[in-house]
Structures are given as structure tokens and as C-alpha cells.
């Protein structure tokens, strides 16, 4: 069909009240909104501010009541547990209305925090929504994070209550859950009242008497006791919840989302950007703990009545690269939303896609990437191997939805290979160069966003709005910047090119090189590392790190080696991917002390670069490239 994509855009842009007003009415609302939009009341602005809702209600309640209650809500399916099983709508009334009872009687009430540390079992989406219930604030951290990035959580968004499950489970390993939960809180100067652990068959956690809780014993206590608990009505400004992403420090960003914004915006994409229906199966391989596991997991296709998949395995080896066509043709699914490194991984173990062949893939509608770049052979190769359209939309944890992309529902454009798509409504996207000022199309620059933001973006940091300003408001005044750089072509093409900050992009995974430098020079033999962000095949990025030795230290670089990347793995996590570790003897650095990362990255990457003008000592960078030769580490 023509594409409606740019009138829709125009009506937008003529009347953004009216069209985000209209796209309201797709909510169930405690008290409707009677104003659209204030500008004044937050760094920037808040939506439907005279409005009250529940977000649980729209997701779960309303399709009860609609007579969608026997549909499947959640379709789990586990290759690493070997099981699977459907939750319908009606059963996932049940199991919120009693959890969310749970935490009531244990204090839990509207505006508290509670952190759910969870690996992908449906208990981690019926948390999320027993929180929101109680117009509690959820805060989900991804289960691949070590202790203390969980205490650094844990400090900051000072929860009443945790929700764990005794373990989870990579092909690998089964990793104890609980021993990190008693680490993270044994570490935090905050500590919460309440810990509900679900124990899973493959470990039994111990209980501390007194504040941990059997979650299933807790639950069934609660269904014998007749225990449920109502929707609480939270204004439609008040946080759902808090997503903490890495920043430029290792302190992590906590992105507050509210509930009705965040409502309204998801509504809206289901069926304009994704192009399904009610009742469809939505699928979004990514996990609980990701700003996709949020929106697209958990809260948009369950707001909008489709069934949605939470498939906890990878795309290879759990058993084999074919498990996606499994799990498609398995439950007909329309739509699959993953990273392209997903695909690139499946394309390495079946490069001919010829594991597709067995599977009935005739219900699939479309592929959506996004997390990073889709690199155009990723691109093509989805494209011939499944026959289907396949679509790069780019967005960001602070903002919950897609940024720029391509309407399936309304129509495709044509958008090139390597671009993720056109600016959706409600997003004005413009290039500017250093000084703020526009660039011309196709010209390389900031890529930022006209304020206001649209609803569901960000209104503040939590607990930090004068952090939220510096980092998103201050550079260019009047435009959120998404430290993000790209172009835009004469046709409206987004390109996304490269983070401007020292955000690296690993497995579709957001990580701070900076948070990484901060644990390195925390040992006691290092006197100075940096850490970049070097190309990789199936990851997109690996962090490489390099780092100086103290004087006088009587190690070798092997060994020291191995202290640093279990160093990173312990304080940050196993998600981190850092495995290389370079000895050099000096780092290269402006005049003024800066070290030139950038030049590090390109001569890894094998690159071409320019001797920066203010470089201090050109000699150094042989050296870098002498000690990544040595280790046959240069592409
Ligand atoms: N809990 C604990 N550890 C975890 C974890 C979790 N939930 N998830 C990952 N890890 C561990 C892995 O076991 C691995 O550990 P290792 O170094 O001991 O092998 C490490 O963290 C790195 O994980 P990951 O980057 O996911 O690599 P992988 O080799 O396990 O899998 C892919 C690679 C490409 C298959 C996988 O990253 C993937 O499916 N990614 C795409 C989907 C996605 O989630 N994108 C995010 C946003 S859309
Ligand atoms: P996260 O907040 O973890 O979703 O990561 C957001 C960042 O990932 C963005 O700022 C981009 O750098 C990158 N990103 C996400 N989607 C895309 C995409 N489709 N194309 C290019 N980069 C992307």
C-alpha cells in the first residue's frame, strides 16, 4: 500500500496536541485528560498532567473485562529449562492481583521502589505489573550485572522490596541469583525491608528469616487467604518506573518513565510502527532487564491485547541456530524485534538459513532490529533468508519507543540500507554541528531532538535533575541531544554513525567505557588504563582495555591480565564482555592531558588516522600499535 507515513508525520507536526490527544483515547483513564501537555512543570514538560490511570489495569484488567481472557497473555517458552506453557489474560489477572496483594500486606504501597533481579521467566513480567498495580515504582536490573552494579542501584533508587528468583540460567552455567542479591545488599548502605525470592527447581536459595519470603509459598498463603489487590490510581505524571543505563561514569543514569505518556506513545506504535493487531503474537528476543524487554516484552503488547513471547534461550545453541523458527512457527508469531547481533550470530553457525526450511514460517509479517546499526549485509542476508520485510529503527532507553524508524502498519517507505528509517511523530530530529548550529543534508553531526519530547521519553533523572539537564538539555539549548552522531539525508533518512560519548555498543548492550577505566584504575598495581570500544564481527563492539603498570610491580602482563578482566567481570558483570587486556607503557594524550581514545580505537580497528595536532608524543602511538601487534590484535 502507499505509504501514510507522511501525512501522519505532517499531522503531527501541525497539531501535536490534537494528535497526541487522539492517541489518548486509546487508554482507559481513572480521569481523562482534559490538558495535553505542560511545559512548565518538569526540565521537559510532562503529558496529560490533570490525568489519573493505572497502567496494570490498561495492560491486564480491561482485556479481562473485554472478554479477552482466555487468550494467551504470555507465551513462556525455555529450550535451557526444556519447558513451556501460556499464561492467559485471565490467569494473569490472578497472578498480579495476588502478587501485588503480597506486597501490600507487607507494606508496599504507591510511590515505593522495589528492584526486580530476574532472568526471563514469566514471574519477571507478573512483577513488573504487580508493581505497577500498586502505583508502586518498579526498578529492573538485568540479571547479567555483579553485586555491586546492583548495589549501586540499590543506593540509588532505595527500594522497600526485591524480587529474585534462586537462580538463572546461561547454556554455560547455572548462576545462583541469591548469593549476589546478599552481596549487592550486604554492600549497599540502603537496605530493603523485603526480598521475594521464586525458587526455581535447579537451585534451592537459603532464606534469611525475617526478610527474605518464599515467593511461591507467599503467593499461595495469599490465594488461600483470599487476598487481591485492586488497581491503585496514580496520575498519569507519576513514575512507573526506573531503567538505570550506563552514563558517562560508572554511576548508571536512572531513566525515569511515567505511566500515562509511556501508555499513550506504546499504544500508538503497535499498530502504526509494528503493524499488528490485537491478538496477534508479538515477539521482542531481548531480555526483562533491557529497555526493549520493557516496552515490548512486557508493556506494549500486553496494553494493546496481543499474546507475547518471553523466550528465555539464545538464538544459537539453545539447541541450535533454527530455535527463532522454532519458537515463529511454534506460536505464529507476526512479529520478531531483536538486535542484529542475534542475527549475525545465527548467520555464522547457518550462513544458508537453511535451518528455516523446517519450520512453517507462513504467520511471520516482519523482522524489526534495533540496539544498534544493522549493517547492511545483516540487512540483506534477514531479507533474502526470510522474505520478509526487515526493519532498523533506532531509539534509546530514554525514550521507550523508536526515535526514527519505518510504519509497517502505515505503509513502508523506501529507506536505504544502513539507515534506521524516518523520524517518527512527535520526534522533530535535526543534525547540528559542535556550535549548535544546522548542518546541511548528508553532512555528518549531533544528532539531536527539538524539545518538547514526545510522550514516553524521560522527563528527569531519578533523584538527579540537575544531572538530567547537564547530560541531555544544557549542550544545545532547545534540543535534547542523544549523544548519538549520524547524518540526515536529503530524503529524511536517519543514519546513526557512532555514540559521541564513551557509551561502546556491545551485543546490542549499552556499555560505559568510563565505568569500565573507573574499575581497572581501581587496582592497586595500575596506574593508568583506557578502554575503547574495537569492531567485532558478531558483537558489533568488544571493549579493549590498556592499561600501565605501577612501577616497582613484579608481575607479569599475562597474569595481571587475567586480575583485570575477572576485576571487570566481578564489579560489573559477565555482560561486559571484557577479555583483553593490553600492557603498554605509556597512553597517548593531548598537550593537555586528554587520551586520545579515538586514535587507540582506529588504529586497533586497523583504520586510517590523522597524528592529532595536539598530540604530546607522536612516538606513543608506535608503541600502542607495537603492543597490539604483538598480541595480533590489529584488524
Ligand atoms: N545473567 C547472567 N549472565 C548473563 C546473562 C544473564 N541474564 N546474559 C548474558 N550473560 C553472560 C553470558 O553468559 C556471557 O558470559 P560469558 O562471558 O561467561 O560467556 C556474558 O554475559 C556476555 O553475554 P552476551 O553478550 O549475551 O553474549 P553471549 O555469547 O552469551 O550471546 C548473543 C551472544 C549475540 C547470542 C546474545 O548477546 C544475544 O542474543 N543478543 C541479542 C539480543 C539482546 O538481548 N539484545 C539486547 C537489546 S535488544
Ligand atoms: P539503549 O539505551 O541501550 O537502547 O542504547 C541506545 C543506543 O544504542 C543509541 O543511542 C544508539 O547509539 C544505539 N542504537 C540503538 N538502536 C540503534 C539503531 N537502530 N541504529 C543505530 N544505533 C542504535
Excluded at 370 to 399: F, S
Excluded at 611 to 616: E, G, N, R, V
Aim: net charge negative; hydrophobic share 40%.
Amino acid at each position: 500500500m502507499a505509504s501514510q507515513y507522511q501525512d501522519i508525520y505532517n499531522q503531527w507536526k501541525h497539531d501535536p496536541e490534537a494528535f497526541w490527544m487522539r492517541a489518548a483515547d486509546q487508554i482507559d483513564w481513572f480521569t481523562a485528560p482534559q490538558t495535553c501537555f505542560n511545559g512548565n512543570g518538569n526540565a521537559s514538560g510532562q503529558w496529560f498532567p490533570d490525568a489519573a490511570t493505572n497502567t496494570c489495569y490498561n495492560a491486564v484488567d480491561r482485556h479481562v473485562l473485554a472478554g479477552r481472557g482466555d487468550q494467551a497473555a504470555l507465551i513462556y517458552d525455555s529450550p535451557i529449562t526444556d519447558q513451556a506453557y501460556q499464561i492467559s489474560y485471565a490467569e494473569l489477572l490472578d497472578e498480579v492481583e495476588t502478587l501485588a496483594a503480597v506486597l501490600a500486606k507487607r507494606g508496599i504501597s504507591k510511590g515505593d521502589r522495589v528492584i526486580i533481579y530476574m532472568p526471563m521467566v514469566p514471574e519477571a513480567v507478573i512483577a513488573m505489573l504487580a508493581v505497577a498495580r500498586l502505583g508502586a515504582i518498579h526498578s529492573v536490573v538485568f540479571g547479567g550485572f555483579a553485586p555491586a552494579e546492583l548495589a549501586i542501584r540499590i543506593n540509588d533508587a532505595t527500594p522497600k522490596a526485591m524480587i529474585t528468583a534462586s537462580c538463572g540460567i546461561e547454556p554455560s552455567r547455572v548462576i545462583p541469583y541469591k548469593p549476589l542479591l546478599d552481596q549487592a545488599i550486604e554492600d549497599a548502605t540502603h537496605k530493603p525491608d523485603l526480598c521475594l525470592i521464586l525458587q526455581r527447581p535447579q537451585i534451592t536459595a537459603t532464606l534469611i528469616e525475617g526478610r527474605d519470603l518464599d515467593y511461591k509459598v507467599a503467593m499461595t498463603e495469599a490465594r488461600a487467604a483470599g487476598l487481591k489487590q485492586d488497581c491503585v490510581p496514580v496520575a498519569a505524571t507519576d513514575p512507573l518506573y526506573i531503567l538505570y543505563t550506563s552514563g558517562t561514569t560508572g554511576q548508571p543514569k536512572g531513566v525515569v518513565r511515567d505511566n500515562g505518556g509511556h501508555m499513550v506513545a506504546l499504544m500508538w506504535t503497535m499498530d502504526h510502527i509494528y503493524g499488528v493487531e490485537p491478538g496477534d503474537v508479538f515477539w521482542a528476543a531481548s531480555d526483562v532487564g533491557w529497555v526493549v524487554g520493557h516496552s515490548y516484552i512486557c508493556y506494549a503488547p500486553l496494553l494493546f491485547g496481543c499474546s507475547s513471547v518471553i523466550y528465555e534461550g539464545k538464538p544459537v545453541g539453545t539447541p541450535d541456530a533454527g530455535s527463532f523458527w522454532r519458537v515463529i512457527s511454534s506460536y505464529n508469531v507476526k512479529v520478531l524485534f531483536t538486535a542484529p547481533t542475534a542475527f549475525r550470530a545465527i548467520r555464522k553457525v547457518d550462513p544458508k538459513g537453511d535451518l528455516i526450511n523446517a519450520y512453517d514460517m507462513s504467520g511471520f509479517k516482519a523482522l524489526f532490529l534495533a540496539g544498534e546499526r544493522t549493517d547492511p549485509d545483516t540487512l540483506h542476508w534477514a531479507e533474502d533468508k526470510l522474505n520478509v520485510p526487515v526493519i532498523d529503527h533506532w531509539w534509546q532507553t530514554e525514550t521507550g519507543w523508536t526515535i526514527a524508524g519505518n510504519t509497517l502498519g502505515c505503509g513502508l517507505v523506501d529507506v536505504p540500507a544502513g539507515s534506521s528509517g524516518r523520524p517518527m511523530p512527535g520526534y522533530d530530529v535535526q543534525v547540528l554541528d559542535d556550535g549548535g548550529h544546522p548542518v546541511d543534508a548528508g553532512t555528518l553531526g549531533n544528532i539531536v531532538v527539538k524539545l518538547p519530547l514526545p510522550p514516553s521519553c524521560l522527563p528527569t533523572l531519578w533523584g538527579a535533575n540537575e544531572r538530567f539537564r547537564e547530560a541531555y538539555l544544557d549542550t544545545f539549548p532547545g534540543y535534547y541531544m542523544t549523544s548519538d552522531a549520524g547524518i540526515i539525508d536529503a530524503d529524511g533518512n536517519v543514519f546513526i554513525m557512532a555514540r559521541t560519548d564513551d557509551i561502546i555498543n556491545v551485543a546490542g548492550h549499552r556499555l560505559s567505557t568510563g565505568g569500565m577505566e573507573e574499575v581497572i584504575t581501581s587496582h592497586a598495581d595500575i596506574a593508568e588504563c583506557a578502554v575503547v570500544g574495537a569492531a567485532d564481527q558478531l558483537k558489533g563492539q568488544l571493549p579493549v582495555g590498556f592499561y600501565v603498570i605501577n612501577d616497582g610491580v613484579d608481575k607479569t602482563a599475562e597474569a595481571l591480565e587475567a586480575e583485570l578482566i575477572q576485576l571487570v567481570r566481578s564489579q560489573i558483570g559477565a555482560v561486559a564482555a571484557f577479555k583483553t587486556a593490553v600492557a603498554v607503557k605509556r597512553l597517548p594524550k593531548t598537550r593537555s592531558g586528554k587520551v586520545l581514545r579515538g586514535t587507540m580505537q582506529k588504529i586497533i580497528d586497523g583504520e586510517p588516522y590523522n597524528m592529532p595536532a595536539t598530540i604530546d608524543d607522536p612516538a606513543i602511538l608506535d608503541e600502542i600499535t607495537e603492543a597490539l601487534n604483538a598480541r595480533g590484535l590489529v584488524k
